[in-house]
């Protein structure tokens, strides 16, 4: 008998025990308490300094850290729009969602995945303050601190071996203060091609999980559980230094340069006869189709129907698929317009990169294969031609080497001795004075090649953002970029020129660094500065 009453105690014990945990379950989820006060209200005034201690963590960002502004416009701004972005971004969502839940529904062996409902609630998030950050780059930085205590109604429903289950979140809130960067700023609205987020610090996320209508976020020991899980997990993926990054614009199509063309113009044969004694001056102009650069010429020859030049040219080549090298002949005039003996093209594409090729082309009056002007014979021409595209990162512009540690005394490794090409953008100027008056712009001078900014009226503190290209033989280690701010008079005025201030840059350590943007002190200038971005790219 003690053996069965032993046995009949344990097992009564055991079930005693589970129908308790369920019962206080359903008691615990399904029951709120009915002696639940509202929370008293009272003056700041009237509160003791302990309390008011407790309620620090509660300020606003903007009145405890002087680096963040008040936003309160942009709240209003937010409240008046949240229906409408409401809508837009649960759509958004949607839209985003489709084929992560379309890969793993097959991956998990999942009937269906489906929103229900979706709605991000009557309430929008608020800004608590806004920090500014302004650097040298073409880019804009904020850091927003937000606090969103919403009532959404997201409903999933899940359907997998023919049962379903129902999912729903309510009562979230986050608060969490993203960077978020604008880069890089172009003179196209909306004027910033990409969005980087990021997160500064582990965010606050609570909210409450409804599954087959239990709330099981209330279960003690899982909410912290989940919020450290969630944390952990946003984290990974989006904590500074890793971003989210969402394109904006395309910047593809803003073609930047991205190789060097090395052209040689030899010799030219039986060229057409212009003069009156029967002879020609010949001499050839070169320049690269759809490129927007200035065209070469080579030297005159007198009096030679078979001239030989041998003169080296590079052009710089912005998208090799479309561009040609459109080579012109002419007999140079002392008086009047130039004759022009013949012309031809090389399309860059018909060209192996870095492969030498020699060719003879013969001289037409024009690229339109239907004129039978074309077959008359005019000459031909020899040139050599190879196209150097620029080494792998070169051309973008937020690529640096890591050549940092290179002697300056040699170029870096791996740059040829052809050389390369040195970007100069002006950006801007501040505090320039003029003693008469002050319409600057900006004098370029390297190895006597000179380059000039457009000049801008009545300015202190002008904008230019103008880029310059100077293609360099060999890598100038030892040479120096002279800038000089120049103010120039109105149309009508009395007094001349006058030098705001000028400045040398060694240009060794932009081929060491590939890149360099800096602010500069202007020498003879009271308080001028001068912002320029220089970039070194080999070919």
């Known amino acids: 008998m003690g053996f069965f009453s032993s046995i009949l105690t344990f097992f009564g014990f055991g079930i005693g025990i589970t129908i308790g945990i369920v019962i206080g379950y359903y008691l615990f989820i399904y029951f709120q308490p009915t002696d639940v006060k509202e929370p008293k209200i009272r003056p700041l005034v009237e509160l003791d300094s302990k309390s008011l201690e407790q309620m620090l963590p509660e300020i606003p960002n903007w009145v405890k850290n002087p680096d963040f502004d008040r936003v309160d416009w942009l709240n209003k701004f937010v409240e008046h729009m949240w229906p409408y972005l409401d809508k837009a971004i649960c759509k958004m969502a949607k839209e985003i969602a489709k084929p992560i839940i379309a890969e793993n529904t097959v991956k998990y062996k999942i009937d269906s995945v489906e929103f229900e ?9 608020t800004f608590q303050g806004m920090k500014v950050y302004i650097t040298d780059e073409k880019e804009l930085i904020m850091e927003p601190s937000v606090k969103w205590a919403g009532n959404p ?6 359907k997998a071996f023919g049962l379903k289950a ?9 608060f969490a203060v993203p960077r978020i960067t604008l880069k890089p700023l172009v003179p196209s609205f909306p004027c910033f091609a990409k969005m980087n987020v990021s997160l500064m610090d582990k965010p606050h996320v609570d909210f409450g999980l409804k599954l087959l209508g239990a709330d099981v976020m209330a ?7 989940v919020q450290e899980i969630i944390k952990t997990q946003v984290a990974k993926m989006y904590l500074w230094p890793k971003v989210l990054e969402v394109p904006i614009m395309d910047l593809s199509k803003a073609k930047k340069p991205v190789g060097i063309l090395h052209v040689k113009v030899i010799q030219a044969f039986k060229l057409k006869k212009k003069d009156f004694m029967g002879k020609s001056d010949p001499y050839v102009k070169l320049k690269l189709t759809e490129g927007g650069m200035p065209s070469k010429k080579t030297s005159v020859k007198r009096n030679n129907l078979n001239p030989e030049w041998n003169e080296d040219f590079k052009l710089i080549v912005k998208d090799p698929e479309s561009q040609a090298v459109e080579l012109t002949v002419f007999d140079w005039e002392q008086v009047g317009k130039h004759d022009k003996l013949g012309m031809n093209v090389i399309p860059l594409k018909d060209l192996t990169p870095n492969e030498t090729k020699t060719l003879t082309v013969d001289l037409l009056k024009n690229m339109d294969s239907n004129d039978p002007q074309n077959e008359k014979m005019r000459g031909q021409l020899v040139v050599e031609v190879v196209y150097r ?5 070169d051309a973008d512009e ?5 050549s940092n ?8 490794d791996g740059t040829p001795a052809g050389g390369g090409l040195l970007v100069v953008t002006v950006h801007e100027a501040q505090d320039l004075e003029g003693k008469h008056h002050t319409n600057p712009y900006v004098r370029l001078l390297l190895k006597g090649v000179e380059r000039k900014t457009k000049h801008i009226k009545k300015n202190r503190d002008p904008r230019w953002d103008e880029e310059f290209e100077f293609v360099c033989e060999e890598p100038p280690i030892h040479d120096k ?4 701010v120049i103010s120039r008079p109105s149309s009508i005025g009395i007094h001349s020129k006058e030098n705001l201030g000028y400045l040398d840059i060694n240009l060794g350590d932009v081929v060491s660094n590939r890149r360099i943007n800096e602010k500069y002190n202007l020498i003879d200038s009271k308080n001028g500065r001068i912002q320029i971005e220089l970039q070194w790219r080999t070919s």
């Open 117 to 125: 409902t979706l709605s991000l609630g009557s309430l929008p998030p």
């Open 153 to 158: 109604n997201i409903t999933v429903v899940v």
């Open 166 to 174: 129902t999912a729903q979140i309510i009562d979230l809130q986050v």
């Open 219 to 225: 279960i003690p020991g899982l909410y912290r559980v």
């Open 389 to 393: 595209p620029f080494k792998e990162g």
């Open 398 to 402: 937020d690529t640096s080497d890591d």
């Open 405 to 412: 540690n290179e002697n300056l005394e040699k170029a870096p």
């Open 481 to 484: 970029l002279h800038v000089e």
